[in-house]
């Protein structure tokens, strides 16, 4: 899925957004480098050119006018954003001081991140989980391929689908049988 116009816009969005800035490994299946996050080592995994327009920039966007409603330099980490039971999921620590550890997030079903510290007086983390929560949630009804609306469909991988690509992909399946 990781064609021209998905680095364009992977770059675009890097660009824009800093704290999706990665470091620019020279080859592409790279060994993993744990001075750097999952995301910032593997980018993002699974997801579509429809997805990083519909969901990741306009998530950043609330993420960022968030940090400064709050006249703050936006300084979230993130950890990795992947496509998991065709469900977008973008975990991420708020800042060095709260680093979250990605297994233990894994573990709980991707809740770890919601379960923040002090969420009650600290209304910044409750307003970025609430924007994230929202587009995770979003992702469910994005068709991947074209970004029409769409449902969890019940393929060998699950993604999330409206009905013309689920159809043609069904076609596509009968016609390998
Ligand atoms: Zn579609």
Same mark, same amino acid.
């Given at each position: 899925?990781?064609?021209?116009?998905?680095?364009? #816009?992977?770059?675009?969005?890097? =660009? %824009?957004?800093?704290? /999706? @800035?990665?470091?620019?490994?020279?080859?592409?299946? +790279?060994?993993?480098?744990?001075?750097?996050?999952?995301?910032?080592?593997?980018?993002?995994?699974?997801?579509?050119?429809?997805?990083?327009?519909?969901?990741?920039?306009?998530?950043?966007?609330?993420?960022?006018?968030?940090?400064?409603?709050?006249?703050?330099?936006?300084?979230? #980490?993130?950890?990795?954003?992947? =496509? %998991?039971?065709?469900? /977008? @999921?973008?975990?991420?620590?708020?800042?060095?001081? +709260?680093?979250?550890?990605?297994?233990?997030?894994?573990?709980?079903?991707?809740?770890?991140?919601?379960?923040?510290?002090?969420?009650?007086?600290?209304?910044?983390?409750?307003?970025?989980?609430?924007?994230?929560?929202?587009?995770?949630?979003?992702?469910?009804?994005?068709?991947?391929?074209?970004?029409?609306?769409? =449902?969890?469909?019940?393929?060998?991988?699950?993604?999330?689908?409206?009905?013309?690509?689920?159809?043609?992909?069904?076609?596509?399946?009968?016609?390998?049988?």
């Amino acid at each position: 899925m990781k064609d021209k116009e998905f680095q364009k #816009i992977d770059a675009m969005l890097q =660009e %824009k957004y800093p704290i /999706l @800035k990665r470091p620019h490994f020279d080859e592409r299946y +790279h060994k993993f480098n744990d001075e750097y996050t999952i995301y910032q080592n593997w980018g993002f995994e699974g997801l579509s050119v429809v997805w990083l327009k519909q969901l990741i920039e306009p998530m950043m966007e609330e993420i960022y006018k968030c940090y400064e409603r709050h006249g703050e330099t936006p300084k979230l #980490i993130v950890e990795q954003v992947k =496509e %998991k039971w065709a469900t /977008l @999921k973008f975990y991420y620590s708020l800042d060095e001081d +709260h680093r979250q550890a990605i297994h233990g997030i894994d573990a709980i079903g991707g809740a770890g991140i919601r379960l923040y510290p002090n969420g009650e007086d600290d209304s910044l983390a409750n307003e970025i989980a609430a924007i994230v929560r929202k587009y995770e949630s979003k992702s469910r009804e994005v068709c991947i391929y074209c970004g029409k609306k769409g =449902e969890i469909r019940p393929l060998r991988w699950r993604l999330t689908l409206c009905d013309d690509c689920y159809n043609k992909r069904l076609e596509q399946m009968n016609q390998k049988k």
